[in-house]
């Protein structure tokens, strides 16, 4: 057992430093490749590290990738349309539109997180670069370090927001035996996640990006906890314009470096020579009955997301091609968790933040309403507005059941499912679980604690 968990932390943390590179920026790194020879005396070098930083943003990058079309398609962002009358819709992938668990190995059942690799490697990856980073003793890469941090807080938080509370986080130190996790739950991730932004926040540098990188990841790990007030004053210095983007496009050559090449979901073209992803993927409204309005018409809608028609079926045009920069941390986040704060303590003004971020698009300000509820639908219409695509839809459904007290059956799809030839009702699944090789080689794991929102 501990030879075969070995060889998984082998495959994963493993990497072949290509080339030198320029480090003015990550952006400007090249890109490494998994393997098994490992240059030790280069990974110990300024170019070394920073080429280990990469791979663990490449992990996150992916782990995004993967994690904005499982959650829009578990969620109301997307829904899955049969291609013809033959056409089921299918499990074990990606396409989990009905939320029906489905039997994988072990005698488990669920729906597997299918970033849980990449996003379980950032955080070995971003532990690695530290190292070989602090080892340097040179302060003009303390900025690589905070991002080391933050990106390690951030597959901690990604890794809570999405799958059941009882997540493993295995170690392996550079140099020595793995230690193998044991299953934590969703609150003890976000209080972790906590301190690797807080890390992030200690180091010296002068770079906004990585700053309001691990604000705003720290505020998220925040509002997870229900911690409202903390989230506020975690990202109360964010300003208008403050953003870290995530760089992807639609088609990379051999030998490119970044930008990662964008997921299915981000791409309108869909090739059938192999079976898409997006293939039947389409925007409805009030899917299952409770849904989002998204739209009014194909051609009448919010400008924060653009729909167009194919026919019958409307798509989202939010990502017209695989090129996207993504705000992965952003001012109009941090306008999204002041709003939630001043909601939470009775505020008067608690709409100002989000016409704030609305007027940056000329919409119209919000008048708030008079009801409680009403208020809180109001403000998850906001954020999912702004944050359709992200990969955090399920994350904030979940947190209206743990922390608004909302019934899920008022919040997540139900009813009549009417797009497969054999499923005919949405069933309960309201989280992901691990890849099935965490509980083949990790012999402190047996599943999830529980898997409530």
Known sequence: MKTRFKSIVSMIFALVILSACSLSDLVDVDKPQVGSDIDHDYLDTRNGAMSILYSALASLQGGINKTSLQV?????????????????????????????????????????????????????????????????????????????????????????????????????????????????????????????????????????????????????????????????????????????????????????????????????????????????????????????????????????????????????NKFPNGTVSLKFASWIEAKMIEAEHLLNINDPNWVEPLNLARRTVDLQDLVSPSNTAEKVDLLFRERALWFYGHGTRLSDMRRLVRQYKRNINSVFPVGGYTRSLTVYSYGDAVVFIPDSREFSNNYNYSGCIHREP
Request: hydrophobic share 35%; aromatic share 10%; net charge negative.
């Open 72 to 316: 829009g398609v578990l969620t109301d962002e997307l829904t899955a349309r049969p291609e013809n009358s033959s056409d089921n819709i299918y499990f074990g992938t990606s396409n989990n539109d009905p939320r029906v668990e489905y039997e994988i190995s072990f005698d488990l059942k669920g729906i597997i997180f299918h970033g849980y690799s990449e996003i379980q490697a950032t955080r070995a990856r971003a532990g690695y670069a530290r190292y070989f980073l602090r080892r340097q003793a040179d302060s003009s890469l303390n900025y690589a370090i905070s991002a080391s941090y933050s990106y390690e807080g951030y597959s901690i938080v990604i890794l809570a927001e999405n799958l059941c509370s009882g997540v493993p986080l295995s170690e392996a130190p550079y140099g020595q035996d793995a230690i193998y996790g044991r299953a934590l739950p969703t609150d003890s991730l976000f209080k972790l996640a906590i301190v690797k932004f807080d890390s992030a926040l200690s180091i010296e540098h002068d770079s906004s990006r990585f700053k309001t990188l691990a604000k705003v990841g720290k505020a998220r790990a925040l509002i997870g906890l229900g911690r409202y007030s903390d989230a506020a004053l975690a990202v109360a210095d964010v300003q208008q314009g403050d953003t870290y983007n995530l760089e992807y496009i639609q088609t990379v050559t051999p030998g490119a470096t970044l930008p990662e090449p964008a997921d299915a979901f981000w791409t309108t073209t869909v090739t059938n020579a192999v079976r898409s992803h997006n293939t039947g993927h389409e925007l409805i409204n009030n899917e299952g009955t409770n849904g989002l309005v998204w739209y009014t018409s194909a051609v009448i809608y919010d400008p924060r997301l653009p729909v167009s028609a194919t026919g019958l079926v409307i798509r989202q």
